[in-house]
Nanobody, 125 residues
Framework: QVQLVESGGGLVQAGGSLRLSCAAS???????????MGWYRQAPGKQRELVAH???????NYADSVKGRFTISRSNAKNTLYLQMNSLKPEDTAVYSC????????????????WGKGTLVTVSS
């Protein structure tokens, strides 16, 4: 199957920046391509919500709450997803998780969704 590992979370003051990364790998066989990837977040006591989404061609979409502050990008060569977060606010505090769907590997194609375990982002006021 496919593993997603996030990194880059931490504690930052309001107005600061963080960059999250999500590396995709396959338990057996190299990853050839990943169709769609996205960042989701879940704050304490709230439902998980989409933050940003990007497909292989580079087309993106963002939650209204992060437009103009966050930038999603990906390296198809490295099978890695990024989220640059600027002008962070306390309400951005959440566990941020990486999602991938449509993964082609050397041994097969996986159409289902895969999730990372998440990385905690805490923004202090």
């Amino acid at each position: 199957q496919v593993q997603l590992v996030e990194s880059g979370g931490g504690l930052v003051q309001a107005g600061g920046s963080l960059r999250l990364s999500c590396a995709a790998s396959a338990a057996s066989g190299s990853i050839i391509s990943v169709n769609a990837m996205g960042w989701y977040r879940q704050a304490p006591g709230k439902q998980r919500e989409l933050v940003a989404h990007i497909i292989r061609s580079g087309s993106t979409n963002y939650a209204d709450s992060v437009k103009g502050r966050f930038t999603i990008s990906r390296s198809n060569a490295k099978n890695t997803l990024y989220l640059q977060m600027n002008s962070l606010k306390p309400e951005d505090t959440a566990v941020y998780s990486c999602n991938a769907r449509g993964v082609a590997t050397m041994i097969g194609y996986y159409d289902q969704e895969f999730w990372g375990k998440g990385t905690l982002v805490t923004v202090s006021s």
